[in-house]
């Protein structure tokens, strides 16, 4: 066939790094245009960007040059860079390694995009990881519960001393899924 023909639909899910909720209104009202002028140059569309204050949701279509984690790594890298220069109150911002990534039928966009359009009303009845065990259980995609610390593992937990703060985690990183999976075939 001498013409290329695709419809890749892609809907990704990235979190801020330790899911901390950095992603504030006035940030969010120019982060997401610019992260779509990414999305663009690399020859893709947005459909929709949306998220809560801890991670962000992506529709887009890709062509088929373009590879999802190519699309995702520059977007984030990017955009965190972009955030860096024009927030400066945001010096630590920064995403979560790894992604999720999920194929969308022509037949979904709409509903996909109501879904990430209604993210703010979405969480407030439900967590970030349920979220995504959800999304992954729907596309059956296979998961590690371990894993679903979403790079993070609580090594101790404790009381702040100070009134109104609560509880708190000292976090360690924990090895990507990917990276858990090589490691376990290497050694086979």
């Known amino acids: 066939m001498a013409h290329t023909y695709s419809n890749l639909l892609t ?23 610019y992260m779509g002028g990414i999305v663009r140059e690399l020859g893709s569309v947005a459909l929709s960007i949306n998220g809560p204050t801890d991670h962000i949701h992506i529709l887009a279509s890709l062509p088929a040059k373009l590879a999802p984690a190519e699309l995702v790594g520059k977007v984030k ?9 024009e927030f400066a109150q945001s010096r630590s911002f920064s995403s979560q390694t790894g992604y999720a990534a999920f194929g969308v039928s022509h037949s979904q966009i709409q509903a996909v995009l109501e879904y990430i359009a209604n993210q703010e009303e979405h969480h407030r009845r439900i967590s970030f990881k349920e979220e995504l065990i959800a999304l992954l259980k729907k596309h059956e ?18 009381l702040s001393p100070h009134p109104g703060l609560g509880l708190f985690w000292y976090v360690v990183p924990r090895l990507t899924p990917w990276a858990t999976l090589w490691r376990r075939s290497a050694a086979h």
Not at 13 to 18: I, Y
Not at 77 to 85: F, Q
């Open 141 to 158: 995609i296979e998961y590690d519960e371990r894993s679903m610390g979403l790079g993070i593992r609580i090594v101790e937990s404790f």
């Open 11 to 33: 809907h990704f899910v990235f979190s801020t790094k330790d899911r901390v909720p950095t992603l504030e209104l006035d940030l969010k009202q120019r982060l997401f245009p």
């Open 77 to 85: 890298a990017n955009s965190t860079g972009w955030i860096h220069k």
